[in-house]
Every structure is written in structure tokens, then in C-alpha cells.
């Protein structure tokens, strides 16, 4: 893979980005409303590329398992855009950059019940609600999928395949009051065909699915790469696309605007600290670090995607 010449071979370049980036202290946040996330140790820092060409590099603590939170909305709309349904699906949801928070109840309700992206929680919850028209479990296909996606052998001893930390999408469900809001408001709009309860247990179960850096750059391979997977085409290469399109505006919470500016990359965070990235033709990549900047963004994680991104010169623009 190409990178500029003054950049360090990828494996060398990996591990001084962890060097460099890795917290020495605890600065940043948690989310309140998910007391599991509480739990991590803030100097959890792990980062992953894996190429169109089969290769993948990765260094620090990229085989340990964390909550993907968010990073879910990316599969849970391209299981949703290979169904067939996707005129449906998009009747029911935009396209559009928010700018409020992805919890916001504000614009759900001046804008009558349509989301403005599939990224923000209302749009999520739409998304489940579409996918659970068509599978009782939405959430137990979306491990299917991540688990082909990321390869699908048998993990390295002492590693597990990707799996739904039941106890930790108890812990959230307890406190998810505004994502119950949100799924009432939507089906009070009659944009929820399910009951709000049983589209949230089952998008909070999709949050809470634990993988590796090393696992979660493979599964989004396919958005880098046409749409072709690590085990066939999991989406046609006008679908991948614009996924990538959403990811660029809609992917960071309203810090999209800024991470474009930084990092010039699409990309998807959640507030477990994760955030999967796609250069176009080239590579995946999924970095982790667990404390979160105001907006809901890894602290570190972006900054060493920043720092990746000048080094290799690999950005959209
Ligand atoms: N499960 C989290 C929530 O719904 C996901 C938030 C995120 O990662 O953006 O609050």
C-alpha cells in the first residue's frame, strides 16, 4: 500500500502512533447513562488498518474486545441497504448532518418524527425498527454479519470472536429513558412499526457487541473496497459509496464538520471510545482509546487519526 516517502513502514508507523497517543493521564469522559463504559481503564489505546490487499497491520491494544456503541449504526444501515427495501427505508430517514447531539429530542420533534441521518439515535432506532419488520432479532444478525465480516476464524488463544455483552446492554437499558423518548416520539409520528420498547432493548443489544480494533477494521473492509467483503460482495460498490458520504457528514456526532477538518476521512465514532475509518480503495482502519472529548468522540483516538492521516498523506481530499 502506498503511503507518502517520508512515512515509516505501516507496522513501524503503528506502533509509534500508539507510542505517541497512547493517555498517560485520565483527562476526557464517560458517558453517564452507561455505567460500563465507566469501568475501562482510561489508558486503553489500540489501533488497526486492514487493507484491500488482505494485509492487516495493528499495535498497542487492538486484540482487546470494547462496546462498539455506534459504530453499529454503520452495519445495522448496510444490512438495511441490502435488503432490497432501501426506498422505503429512505422515506423514513434523511440524509442530512444534524448538528445536535446524537440524543437530541429537540429537532425529532420540529421535524415530525423523520431523522435527519441514520447515524443519530433517532435514525438508528429507525433503522432496527426496518430490520425488525424483516428478522425477530436485528441484533443477533448484526453479530452474524460482524463475525463474517471480521473473518470469521477462530480468534487468537485468549481472544473471543465478537459477541453481545448481555450485561452491559442491561446496565444501558436501565438508563436509557431518552432513547425510549426518542422511539415514543417516533412512533407517536408513525415512524416505529414495532412497540418503542422492543426497537430499543434491541438497538441498545447492537451497541453493546464487543470486538477488537483488529476485528472491526476488517468488518468495514467492505465500505473501502467497493463493497466487496472479506468473504464476497456484501453491498453493490453505489451502496458503499454512500455510506462513505454519511460517515463524512453525518459520522462524528456535530464534531463532522471538525473531524473532516482534522482528519479528512469518512468516519463513524461511539462512545466506547471507537472510531472505524475508511480510505477509499485502500484500507479500514479502527482505532480505540476510551475517554471522550465534549462532543462524544475518542479524545485520543482522533488525534492519533489526525496524526495518521499527515503522516500518510491518506484523506478523501
Ligand atoms: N448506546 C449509546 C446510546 O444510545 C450509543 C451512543 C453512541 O455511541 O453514539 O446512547
Known amino acids: 500500500m502506498s503511503t507518502t516517502l517520508s512515512a515509516p513502514p505501516l507496522g513501524l508507523l503503528l506502533e509509534d502512533i500508539v507510542r505517541r497517543h497512547r493517555p498517560r493521564q485520565d483527562a476526557g469522559s464517560v458517558p453517564g447513562n452507561i455505567p460500563f463504559l465507566a469501568t475501562v481503564p482510561f489508558d486503553r489505546f489500540g489501533i488497526a488498518v486492514a487493507t484491500t490487499s488482505g494485509e492487516v497491520f495493528s499495535s498497542g491494544d487492538a486484540g482487546v474486545p470494547f462496546s462498539i456503541q455506534s459504530i453499529s449504526k454503520v452495519f445495522t444501515l448496510a444490512m438495511?441497504?441490502?435488503?432490497?427495501?432501501?426506498?422505503?427505508?429512505?422515506?423514513?430517514?434523511?440524509?442530512?448532518?444534524?448538528?445536535?447531539?446524537?440524543?437530541?429530542?429537540?429537532?425529532?420533534?420540529?421535524?415530525?418524527?423523520?431523522?435527519?441521518?441514520?447515524?443519530?439515535?433517532?435514525?438508528?432506532?429507525?433503522?432496527?425498527?426496518?430490520?425488525?419488520?424483516?428478522?425477530?432479532?436485528?441484533?443477533?444478525?448484526?453479530?452474524?454479519?460482524?463475525?463474517?465480516?471480521?473473518?470469521?476464524?477462530?480468534?487468537?488463544?485468549?481472544?473471543?470472536?465478537?459477541?453481545?455483552?448481555?450485561?452491559?446492554?442491561?446496565?444501558?437499558?436501565?438508563?436509557?429513558?431518552?432513547?425510549?423518548?426518542?422511539?415514543?416520539?417516533?412512533?407517536?409520528?408513525?415512524?416505529?412499526t414495532q412497540p418503542a420498547g422492543v426497537v430499543v432493548e434491541n438497538y441498545v443489544r447492537q451497541c453493546s457487541i464487543m470486538m477488537t480494533c483488529v476485528q472491526l477494521a476488517r468488518a468495514g473492509l467492505f465500505l473501502a473496497n467497493d463493497g466487496q467483503g472479506t468473504t464476497g460482495r456484501v453491498l453493490a460498490p453505489s451502496e458503499a459509496k454512500r455510506i462513505g458520504s454519511i460517515m463524512l457528514t453525518c459520522g462524528m456526532y456535530d464534531a463532522a464538520g471538525e473531524f473532516a477538518y482534522r482528519v479528512g476521512l469518512p468516519g463513524k465514532s461511539g462512545v466506547g471510545g471507537g472510531i472505524l475509518v475508511i480510505v477509499p480503495g485502500q484500507c479500514a482502519i479502527c482505532v480505540w482509546s476510551p475517554r471522550l472529548d465534549a462532543k462524544g468522540n475518542s479524545l485520543a483516538g482522533t488525534a492519533a487519526l489526525a496524526d495518521l492521516s499527515d503522516r500518510t498523506g491518506w484523506s478523501v481530499f
Open 80 to 192: 438495511a441497504l441490502q435488503g432490497g427495501r432501501s426506498a422505503a427505508l429512505w422515506s423514513r430517514v434523511l440524509r442530512e448532518p444534524s448538528g445536535t447531539s446524537f440524543n437530541s429530542l429537540v429537532q425529532l420533534e420540529a421535524e415530525k418524527g423523520i431523522p435527519r441521518n441514520p447515524f443519530i439515535n433517532a435514525g438508528a432506532l429507525v433503522v432496527t425498527d426496518h430490520l425488525l419488520e424483516e428478522t425477530p432479532d436485528a441484533a443477533a444478525q448484526l453479530l452474524r454479519f460482524l463475525t463474517e465480516q471480521a473473518g470469521n476464524h477462530a480468534p487468537e488463544p485468549g481472544q473471543h470472536a465478537p459477541f453481545i455483552d448481555e450485561d452491559a446492554a442491561a446496565g444501558e437499558l436501565a438508563g436509557s429513558s431518552r432513547n425510549l423518548a426518542l422511539a415514543h416520539f417516533l412512533k407517536d409520528f408513525a415512524n416505529l
